[in-house]
């Protein structure tokens, strides 16, 4: 039978192990285009440009790209050329089979086109900036009380609804609530 030590060192793993898998988890899934997929656009090149500028993406976030198979495929490209941004040559990826999910690993500028003739100069296009993931542990800095209290700290509280067909994994609160509930089921 384990002592109250080793119990109270694997209660400490197990929290500090929910912690590290529920910061790794909290990544925000974007569909591209929302409702509309990823389709030749009504609205041109402007519609996934719009779509792009009312989301924030960072590292660690995935694209979701839905399309009809046959019909359309997702290239990665690099820089989009000034002359030609629907050029495909030097594809980074190329993917045929929808539903494509493309994790978000580095930041910078992504571009993403339709290689099927003509749906890229028919505004079938999306370049995103991807920014680093946010440190998880919030900065701490010494402020004496009068201060904090004359300057207050800006705080961005978000959006106050969430974005539609964007969202983070349940899992960020079922995990850490199951590991929990396990630690608590070996003490007794």
Request: aromatic share 8%; glycine share 6%; hydrophobic share 40%.
């Amino acid at each position: 039978m384990a002592g109250p030590n080793s119990k109270a060192i694997l209660l400490m793993i197990i929290m500090v192990s929910s912690f590290q898998l529920e910061s790794t988890m909290a990544k925000t899934k974007h569909i591209v285009g929302d409702a509309l997929g990823w389709t030749i656009p009504p609205g041109g090149a402007a519609t996934y440009a719009t779509w792009a500028s009312k989301n924030k993406f960072t590292t660690g976030d995935s694209l979701i790209f839905n399309f009809t198979t046959g019909f359309h495929n997702v290239a990665e490209v690099p820089k989009a050329a000034t002359n030609d941004p629907c050029t495909a040559t030097n594809t980074l990826s190329l993917y045929p089979t929808s539903p494509v999910t493309i994790t978000l690993t580095r930041p910078g500028t992504h571009n993403y086109i339709c290689t099927v003739i003509g749906h890229c100069q028919l505004g079938q296009k999306l370049t995103i900036h991807v920014s680093r993931a946010r440190a998880t542990t919030p900065q701490t800095t010494a402020l004496s009380p009068l201060s904090s209290i004359a300057n207050p700290p800006d705080i961005d509280f978000g959006s106050p609804f969430p974005l539609p067909f964007s969202a983070s994994p349940t899992l960020v609160v079922v995990v850490p609530v199951t590991f929990l509930a396990v630690a608590l089921a070996l003490f007794y």
